[in-house]
């Protein structure tokens, strides 16, 4: 098996990074689900919207007086924020610093850099409130309005002069997208400059609101502004990433396809069974939901396991006798196997051979499998084996990791005893006198 303890190669360190041209996301979360070539990562890395009110916020902190946590965090965040760029310092920092090269997804660090912004700027909002001056936020907001209305132009001239643009698409393509059936299609069609004109009206509105709220003092209506600009911001991308691209009508229907519940999977070749590579498209490996175990290729997500790394790099041979066989045969295939019971962690078989076999199980080994007697089970090029004796015999696979069993008990015990404390324990009241 593997474990997440091994450090991954430069190469594989430096990928999907939150590019220099993410950060417009500060005031366009919306941008980033379009202009793969502009961003040149993966869309989930791009992503860096903390809300108007926080960036506004963190203006103000980068002109006005800074309190030394503000400096810390400020210098730490833009520290994390060069790390998730990836280039010549996250190189320098996978070199020299420890632990870097144990974050698989480069632009994760833009996560902490954000931490740092969002506290930096509650830090200068609470100085603004007990200050009760907001000149400068004012002041920033209304450059930002500014600004947004000069990327809402700038848009609308650029899509006008390249017919980049959905109204284009709507116009030469009208025919095919009448349909309510192809909305989705419709999303697809909404290019860079679509993004921009359609949520520069949000942000100037929104904006706007602050502007008048703050001259007014009224911090309820800030609180609900902020809270409609982050659900706002949230909803418009949802539908431009993962499985939001297909319609759910889509999705439904393919997974209808697979069976039900948890069924106990058939016997048969792996290599009879079939892969669906535009079902694996949608919604990711086929066999995690066709529900027979078993795959002619490389799984590499959700978690590459070594063990079906080295079966995947065997020779042909090798693979040709697995290939030719069921996930749970007998070694010496001179009986009958039969699954008697199937779950995640429980395997059970009836075995009818006329010499003593083996119970191959096409799963990867760990040390927590157990067979029937209680005793672990031995790794068989890497997945498991079960010992079983002669004519009609009962065996069972079932993991039981005893080590997690009793962290787990203890840990319930802890929370009732925390429970049973808070409820009961009643602390004195200090004396008055």
Known sequence: WMTRGEKISLSESLLTPTSLSSWISLIFPFATTKNDSLFLTDISMRNCYIGLLAVSLLIVFLIGKKTRLQKFLFVAGMLFALLASGGIFKTLSYNFLPFIGYVRLNGEFRIFSLLCFIIIAAVQFEKLIKENIFIKLVLVFKILF?????????????ASVTQESLIYSFIFQRGELNSPMNMKGILNLISFYDTIILQAPIQILLLFFFIKSFNKRNFKFVFLLVLADLIMAT?????????????VAQVQQVINTSPKGLPIPALIQLKDIAEEPEKTEL??????YSKNIGSTSPILYPIVLTSAQNYFIRSHAEQTYLLQKPYAFLEDSSGNLQVNSFSGNRFSFTANNNKPDSIILLQNWYPHWKDQNGKQVVSWNGFIQIPVGVNEQKASAVFRPTIVLYAMLASLIFFIALILLLIFYKPKSPSLS
């Open 146 to 158: 500014a600004a947004v209305i000069m990327f809402f132009l700038w848009a609308i001239i650029a």
């Open 283 to 288: 919604l990711g490996h086929w066999s995690m």
């Open 235 to 247: 909803l418009i991308n949802v539908p431009f990433t993962g499985v939001g691209n297909t319609s």
